[in-house]
Every structure is written in C-alpha cells, then in structure tokens.
C-alpha cells in the first residue's frame, strides 16, 4: 500500500511537471507560426475597433501590436480575434488567442480560479452610468427602482448588485451579451441608464448615439477596474515579454522617447534610455528578444503617452482626460520599473 501511494505520489508530480513544460511554449508556438494571435473586443471605440477595411485600433491594439514588436520586430504580425465578454476567459484558456487585451478587469477570482495571469493595466477605469438628460438625474443614488442594461458574465453586474445592495436600493436588470444589442436597447428607450466602465460608456456615447448631447455619463463611480491583458499560467517567458512590452510604452514616455524622435534618442547619454533602446544589451538577451525589441515598440507603436493621446485621449472622440492613467510623475499610476 505505501509503495502504491509512492508511485500514485511520483506520477502526479511527473503529470504536473509535464503540464507546466507544455504551458510554457507560447513564445515558441508564436515565433514559429509568424504572428501573434490576440483576443481583442467585439467593437468598443477606443479600445478595438475595425474600420470598414477590417483595420484594428486602439489602446488594446496597441498592446498587441507592441508585442508583435517586440518578437517580431514588426507591430503588423498580429491577428485579432473578436471576443465577447463570456467567450474572452475560454478562448485564452483553450490556447485559441495567445494574449487577451480585451478591456478585462484584474480580479482576484480571475487571477487565482481560471489558470491566468494579469500582466500591467494599460488603463485604469471605474464602473459608471449613463442616462438620457430628460431623466434630469444627477446622481447615481437617484436611479432607485431603475432599469439598467448591463453587459452578462462581467465584473459590471455583480458591481451593480453589490452596489445597489450596498445603499439599499433596487434596480432591474437588462442582459444582452452583444454590447451592440445592449447599447441599442439603451438607445430605443428600453433601459433607464447603461453601466459599464466609464471609459466604454464614453466611447457608446461619441460612437452610437443618435445624438451624444441627449446623453450624461454621471460622476459615480462604483468600482475600481483595473483593466489589463492576460495570459495563461505557467509560461513566464511570455508574460514577461507582455508585461515588459507594455513597460517600455510607459517607460518611454517617462523618458520623452517618441516614435517620431526614437532614432535621435539612439545617440542619448541617459544610461536608462540606452538600456531601453539596446544601445546598452542585456535587456533583449534576459527576455529571449532582439536587444531592440523595446526600440522596434516605440518605433511603431509609439509610446503610452502617444497610444492615450489617439485612441481616447483629445486627439480622439472620446477626449478623456489621463486621471488615473497619467504618469506618476503628473499623478497618475503609470510607473516602470527601472530597465536594469
């Protein structure tokens, strides 16, 4: 009996061993197929968004399209898959995406239940409400009794009953999982107010509404939704290269590295510009990269700064303000860790 549990003990390790060893060939399975496979929104401006020739923009995009950068050496060697909120976690966990950046909060039940990893956010929203200014409404308390389109299988709706629980309040539910069904039955009339991050409420309201000036995004704000691209468990070499990819956007504009001065800012005596650039190699060897992966990411993505300012910043419909996505140094929780 003890040599059969030794032996039952021996396999289960061997099984675990060979789980993790088989985890960890995303890079590998990404080098060899010539691109990188990324999970991205069904539709949301500023975020992910086709034109009409099927070209993808946005924050997200442009977290993708720094990690083709930076295994590649090319931002174009990405495909996107569109993903709706409850197909997002199964496709990354199947292995049919590569990478998620698909506006997903960073959970504790996500991270620690669903064999994932969160990398860095690359915005930091809150849960919002948006209402037709007929309604005159001015705070979020006063939509007792209210019916709320809410996206299924989100962070949002279990806010929104934690919430109105929480203030002891009532609230009626509609769920439609598409978030353009959902934004049109708000439009039509059926919903009193839509909640979802503000973020994404900003980008329905410039892109969707019949007319945007008929609509107020209340000052609320009921969550905190860190939202960040997620990869699978056990392969640390590519989570690595996501979350440094995304460091280098930051970093970047901490060091006033452009896609328009990049090259210039080869000839910097600034030790860490050097080290982020690959003047100065290390970086790209620890991370099984060309030492100018972050170099090729600013080259042609550009860097966090520039990202904000055109998918949803003033030079976007959305004009969001930077708030809680500013750099540190301007008071937001932007912040890289040193390239050392």
């Known amino acids: 009996m003890k040599f059969l549990k030794t032996m039952a003990a021996a396999c289960l390790l061997l099984a675990a061993g060979g789980v993790s060893a088989q985890a960890g060939t995303t890079f590998d399975a990404v080098k060899a197929k010539g691109f990188v496979q990324c999970g991205v929104n069904l539709g949301l401006y500023g975020f992910s968004s086709p034109d009409d020739k099927g070209n993808w923009s946005g924050l997200d995009v442009d977290a993708c399209r720094a990690v083709a950068a930076a295994v590649f050496g090319d931002a174009s060697k990405v495909k996107f898959t569109p993903?709706?909120?409850?197909?997002?976690?199964?496709?990354?966990?199947?292995?049919?995406?590569?990478?998620?950046?698909?506006?997903?909060?960073?959970?504790?039940?996500?991270?620690?239940?669903?064999?994932?990893?969160?990398?860095?956010?690359?915005?930091?929203?809150?849960?919002?409400f948006m209402v037709p200014t007929k309604l005159k409404v001015k705070s979020a308390k006063e939509l007792d009794g209210a019916t709320i389109c809410v996206l299924p299988g989100t962070t949002t709706e279990q806010n929104l009953s934690d919430w109105f629980r929480a203030n002891k309040l009532t609230f009626k539910p509609?769920?439609?999982?598409?978030?353009?069904?959902?934004?049109?039955?708000?439009?039509?009339?059926?919903?009193?107010?839509?909640?979802?991050?503000?973020?994404?409420?900003a980008g329905i309201r410039a892109n969707e509404a019949p007319k945007p000036e008929d609509y107020v995004i209340l000052p609320?704000?009921?969550?905190?939704?860190?939202?960040?691209?997620?990869?699978?468990?056990?392969?640390?070499?590519?989570?690595?290269?996501?979350?440094?990819?995304?460091?280098?956007?930051?970093?970047?504009?901490?060091?006033?590295?452009?896609?328009?001065?990049?090259?210039?800012?080869?000839?910097?005596?600034?030790?860490?510009?050097?080290?982020?650039?690959?003047?100065?190699?290390?970086?790209?060897?620890?991370?099984?990269?060309?030492?100018?992966?972050?170099?090729?990411?600013?080259?042609?993505?550009?860097?966090?700064?520039?990202?904000?300012?055109?998918?949803?910043?003033?030079?976007?419909?959305?004009?969001?303000?930077?708030?809680?996505?500013?750099?540190?140094?301007?008071?937001?929780?932007?912040?890289?860790?040193?390239?050392?």
Request: net charge negative.
């Open 174 to 201: 509609v769920v439609i999982e598409k978030n353009e069904e959902l934004a049109a039955a708000f439009f039509s009339g059926r919903c009193d107010a839509y909640s979802s991050d503000a973020s994404q409420l």
């Open 83 to 128: 993903l709706s909120a409850q197909q997002r976690l199964p496709a990354l966990q199947s292995g049919e995406i590569d990478l998620l950046a698909r506006n997903t909060t960073w959970t504790l039940s996500r991270d620690t239940a669903n064999g994932l990893n969160f990398t860095v956010p690359n915005y930091y929203d809150g849960q919002g």
């Open 220 to 340: 609320d704000l009921i969550s905190k939704e860190p939202l960040t691209p997620v990869v699978r468990h056990a392969d640390d070499q590519w989570a690595d290269i996501v979350r440094w990819s995304q460091f280098a956007m930051i970093a970047g504009e901490e060091k006033g590295i452009t896609s328009k001065n990049v090259d210039q800012m080869l000839t910097s005596l600034d030790p860490e510009v050097k080290r982020i650039l690959g003047v100065t190699p290390g970086n790209g060897k620890a991370l099984g990269l060309d030492e100018k992966w972050a170099y090729s990411i600013l080259k042609q993505v550009g860097n966090y700064g520039e990202s904000f300012e055109l998918n949803v910043g003033k030079s976007s419909k959305l004009k969001l303000d930077r708030g809680l996505n500013a750099l540190y140094s301007n008071g937001g929780l932007m912040y890289s860790p040193p390239f050392k």
